[in-house]
């Protein structure tokens, strides 16, 4: 994952938490989850590791 898809995942929460939404990323790889990991992105987006897991409440 390059500084562009990181952006996009770091913008996104503040752009749907004022609209009254949130994000979810279901089944991420490894190597997208360390990524998110090394940058902090995971304490602000919600990763499961199934889809079933993330469409539920």
Do not use: H, K, Y
Not at 14 to 32: F, Q, W
Not at 36 to 54: K, N, S, W
Request: with cysteine.
């Amino acid at each position: 994952m390059d500084s562009t898809g990181i952006n996009i995942f770091v913008a996104a929460p503040r752009t749907l938490t004022e609209a009254d939404g949130r994000v979810r990323l279901a089944a991420p790889g490894e190597a997208v989850m360390r990524a998110l990991q090394i940058v902090g992105v995971d304490a602000v987006i919600d990763c499961r590791e199934a889809l079933r897991q993330a469409l539920s409440d």
